[in-house]
């Protein structure tokens, strides 16, 4: 499966932003799909999964409460992530990705399939 993630850009603290994440090729109900999101000098952290199907879906400490994961409805084959009450903390390139096998693993090294990443700056 191909991924494409877009809607970054610049946003202040307390903003909002949603990055979508599109796919392409034999997506299939088993999948899961992630956003993770990589800072400048720090290792690619988890943010949120969500099962293909909707139905199923985790979060990072970090984000739970502001963020959301789900389905993009209006758009076949793809999922948003919609990013509220950002924090400068929150500033990073973000990435989707997936995954054809059960569980929304935390490990970068478990996903299979990768997006380009999509830059979020949250400024104070």
Known sequence: VQLQASGGGLVQA???LRLSCAASGRVFG???????????GMEREFVAAIRWNGYITYYADSVKGRF?????????????????????????????????????????????????????????
Do not use: I
């Open 14 to 16: 307390g903003g909002s």
């Open 30 to 40: 088993s999948y899961f799909m992630a956003w993770f999101r990589q800072a400048p």
């Open 68 to 124: 959301a994961v789900a389905r993009d409805n209006a758009r076949k084959n793809a999922v948003y992530l919609q990013m509220n009450s950002l924090k400068p903390e929150d500033t990073a390139v973000y990435y989707c990705a997936a995954r054809n096998v059960p569980g929304a693993p935390t490990g970068a090294a478990e996903w299979d399939s990768w997006g380009q990443g999509t830059l979020v700056t949250v400024s104070s």
